[in-house]
């Protein structure tokens, strides 16, 4: 594939560099089938490849693809292709004007798209000779400070209280959409991710949505995540709702010890109260009593 990108190129006058990012530019990254190329194309001009797709056909039959819409940054106009393909090849596709990788090389410090790792496949115009070498430690975390650690407990604790309201109200669709996007994704995803740091020595790049989160959870948090996911019933909801909340705990106290923080025990009993009252609240209920 990487042969067949550079043949590409070298074929195509309006492209002037290429540049391969993420895990396919890591040395000795995890990778598998469905590993995304992600590929910059640094183009005198985008405007051509961006109004006609056909050119995508040139690495096999499209499945389907997504357009960013042209994107403005200070001044440079860039966009991308995100391409799925029949055969199970996913290729991400930024266009870039060649003045935009120039800002990249003048700047003091890479970007982390490239300090986490970047290999130049073709530099027809030697756009890239004064790029420095990556890190490789781009997107890794830093440690959060006490404000945003007591941020995202006290959003986690928020949103169990819609959660509540909604079983309450037999509104699954909105119940599942709390307990599983934001109290998860948004709360809960990331304090277990600042917690496999702590084993890791803030070493780990977690993937997006917590891919990869199996392979360096340690294995009882693991079991008790997945037992954080439920079905459709309203009594399943709830149980999964006070096991997210369980473990939250668990791992918000584990981390505040590491990193000198109070857990707010005093937010999470009151809130726990509240939530066990509308559990409990009648469906014909008008005051809450």
Do not use: C
């Amino acid at each position: 594939m990487i042969e067949r990108l550079i043949s590409w190129a070298d074929s195509r006058d309006l492209i002037r560099a290429v540049i391969l990012t993420s895990s396919r530019a890591i040395p000795n990254a995890s990778l598998d089938l469905f590993s995304d190329y992600d590929v910059i194309l640094v183009v005198r001009s985008i405007e051509p490849l961006y109004l006609d797709r056909a050119w995508l056909e040139d690495f096999g039959p499209v499945l389907t693809v997504y357009r960013d819409p042209l994107i403005d940054e200070n001044g440079l106009t860039r966009s991308a292709y995100v391409v799925q393909y029949e055969n199970s090849l996913k290729i991400d596709f930024s266009l870039w004007p060649v003045e935009l990788l120039q800002r990249v090389t003048e700047s003091a410090q890479l970007p982390a798209e490239f300090d986490a790792g970047y290999q130049v496949l073709v530099d027809k115009d030697n756009l890239t000779t004064d790029l420095k070498p990556p890190t490789y430690s781009g997107y890794i975390p830093a440690p959060p400070t006490e404000a945003r650690y007591m941020e995202l407990i006290e959003g986690f604790f928020l949103d169990t209280t819609y959660v509540a309201k909604f079983l309450w109200r037999d509104d699954l669709i909105a119940a599942k959409h709390i307990l599983d996007h934001s109290l998860k994704q948004e709360h809960l995803r990331p304090m277990l991710e600042w917690h496999a740091e702590i084993d890791h020595q803030w070493s780990l790049k977690p993937g997006p949505y917590g891919r990869r989160m199996k392979q360096y959870l340690r294995k009882h948090l693991w079991t008790e995540l997945e037992r954080t996911y439920a079905g459709p019933s309203l009594e399943e909801n709830w149980e999964a709702l006070f096991r997210t909340i369980e473990l939250m705990k668990r791992v918000a106290i584990e981390l505040g010890l590491h990193l000198g923080f109070t857990y707010p025990e005093k937010l999470e009993q009151r809130v726990v109260n509240y939530l066990r009252k509308v559990r409990q609240l009648d469906r014909n209920s008008e005051t809450f009593n």
